[in-house]
Each structure stands twice: as structure tokens, then as C-alpha cells.
């Protein structure tokens, strides 16, 4: 399943573009109440994409383990007024110690870190978000 499938995803907009990355175009959807990108849907957007970096990062694990988002932690930078691009990570020590745990217990957390810029670079938020993931035995 493609990620921006998920139909709260499609409602708020997300979309792929064409070099991978998720993008939310800014509009009036998206205002708050400073007409600049409301808080909920830059994180629906972040959330988002550190769950498309798991898809991404993990194929072999599709349709195999259950992830659920456990925990996360967002700061808001800076107030933006134009599209936003996700630019999701994790370290390869990251992704180590989840593959080793994940072996080991048939499940694990997986911390994924997700920074919001605008095309010009400006950083709308930064997030962190923690998955749990399952082995479906």
C-alpha cells in the first residue's frame, strides 16, 4: 500500500512528488488561525512520512509486523506559508539495533526523526516519532 493512500492523508492533501518525497501543498485547508500551516497538519504530515521511510527502508517487513505509532515529540519553528516537503531519517545504527531487536524479540521500537522545510529550506517543524513494531506470528 502506498502510504498517501490512507484516506486522513488524501483528505488533508498529501501528496508524492516527483523526486519521492510527501508533500502538502499549502492552502486554505491548511491555514490556522494566522493563515500560516496549522499544527495538526504539519504533524499528519510528518507522521506520515516516517511511516513511508519504514515502508521505504523495511519492504521485506510489509505484511509481516504491525507497526504502531507509540510515541512522538514535535517542535514548530518556524511559521510557513508555502508547501511543505518531509524529509524523514533514521541512522544506520538505528536501523541496526531495531533489525537485531526485532530478530531477537519479534518486536521492537524504531525512533524515526522528521524535519518540515519549504522549498527554500526554511524549517516549519522537527519531529521525532517512535514506532512499535510487531512480528504477526
Not at 71 to 99: G, H, M, V, W
Amino acid at each position: 500500500m502506498d502510504i498517501i493512500d490512507i484516506p486522513f492523508g488524501k483528505k488533508v492533501g498529501i501528496q508524492r512528488t516527483a523526486e519521492g518525497t510527501l508533500e502538502l501543498p499549502f492552502n486554505k485547508d491548511v491555514h490556522n488561525h494566522l493563515e500560516t500551516f496549522h499544527a495538526s497538519a504539519q504533524f499528519v504530515l510528518a507522521e506520515t512520512s516516517s511511516g513511508d521511510i519504514l515502508q521505504n527502508l523495511f519492504p521485506e517487513l510489509i505484511g509481516k509486523v504491525i507497526p504502531v505509532l507509540r510515541k512522538s515529540k514535535i517542535k514548530f519553528r518556524n511559521a510557513i506559508k508555502q508547501n511543505l516537503c518531509a524529509y524523514p531519517s533514521i541512522s544506520d545504527e538505528t536501523r541496526n539495533k531495531f533489525n537485531e531487536e526485532l530478530t531477537k524479540n519479534n518486536r521492537a521500537f524504531i525512533p524515526v526523526d522528521v524535519e518540515l522545510r519549504n522549498r527554500e529550506g526554511a524549517v516549519a517543524c522537527s519531529a521525532v516519532f517512535t514506532w512499535f513494531v510487531q512480528k504477526i506470528i
